[in-house]
Each structure stands twice: as structure tokens, then as C-alpha cells.
């Protein structure tokens, strides 16, 4: 089957809700996961938008996620065996859809990896080259799930 991924506040491919938003409270939303492996020991997620001016913007990053664990609540902030990547806007945690007014609808790829390692050896607050060097040869499986945002 695979590992599947959801996020109830909007279906796959659907527009991401104002309040998850930079025009909102910019809350993260909640996500629920099943179908890793077995043989998955931490996973990691990755939030990213392929359809920022500059090239893909980095707008959450979390790592060493506990295999038991199988969902995040909304507005979900790193706890203390969870460690949090830095950013595109330049800090940890989440930072929502804030595409450019007028930029047209952009879309929002999150990634959830399941890996074999149980920790990457990061510290928090590493950028995106570091955890993506980590990961590399440890990724057993893969989900996404796509949201859109358009600020007029």
C-alpha cells in the first residue's frame, strides 16, 4: 500500500485555508500519516513551494519525527525529541503560504520521508542542504500531499 499522507483542513491538490496562511493566523495545519514500513525508525518532513519567484522556498522542516509518532496537530511547534529546520524565512517552525500578491496560485508540496536512521546526527535549526545530505541513501519510503495558495 505505502505510506499515505492527510491533511484535514483541505483535500489533495485543494486551496490551502487563509488561517494556515501568512494572511492568517499562520498556523501549521494538522497532518496524519500511515503506511510507513516496519523497518522505519524516524521520519522527516519537508514543506516546500516549487513556484516561488527565486526557485523552491523552503517553508517548514522537521526531522528525527519518533516512528510511534503518526500525526501533528494544528499549529504544531518542535518538541523536544523533534527537531525543527531552519526556514526559507530565515527560523524554525512553520512558516506559511505567502506567495507574492498577484504572483498567481502557487502550489504547497509537503513531503513526509520515513527513514532508517533514528536520528540524522542534526542539531536544530539546520538549513535545507544539511538535512536533504543526511537523508541521503536512509529514505525507505516517501508520501506527498499538495495544497495551493493565491494571494490577489
Known amino acids: 500500500m505505502g505510506m499515505k499522507l492527510n491533511i484535514p483542513a483541505f483535500a489533495d491538490g485543494a486551496t490551502i485555508p487563509r488561517l494556515l496562511t501568512c494572511d492568517g493566523a499562520d498556523l501549521s495545519p494538522s497532518i496524519e500519516w500511515t503506511g510507513e ?21 523552503t517553508h517548514w522542516m522537521l526531522y528525527d519525527i519518533p516512528p510511534g509518532v503518526r500525526s501533528l496537530p494544528q499549529g504544531y511547534k518542535a518538541a523536544k525529541t523533534v527537531l525543527s529546520g531552519k526556514n526559507d524565512f530565515g527560523r524554525a517552525g512553520y512558516g506559511g503560504p505567502c506567495p507574492p500578491k498577484g504572483h498567481g496560485p502557487h ?7 520515513a527513514l532508517d536512521v533514528e536520528s540524522l ?18 529514505v525507505i519510503g516517501e508520501a506527498q500531499y499538495m495544497g495551493r495558495y493565491e494571494r490577489r
Open 37 to 57: 514500513s516496519p523497518n522505519t525508525r524516524s521520519l522527516a518532513l519537508i514543506v516546500e513551494d516549487p513556484d516561488a519567484p527565486g526557485g523552491v522556498w
Open 107 to 113: 502550489r504547497y508540496i509537503f513531503r513526509l520521508f
Open 121 to 138: 546526527g542534526l542539531r536544530a535549526g539546520a538549513e535545507r542542504r544539511e538535512l536533504e545530505r543526511a537523508m541521503r541513501g536512509h
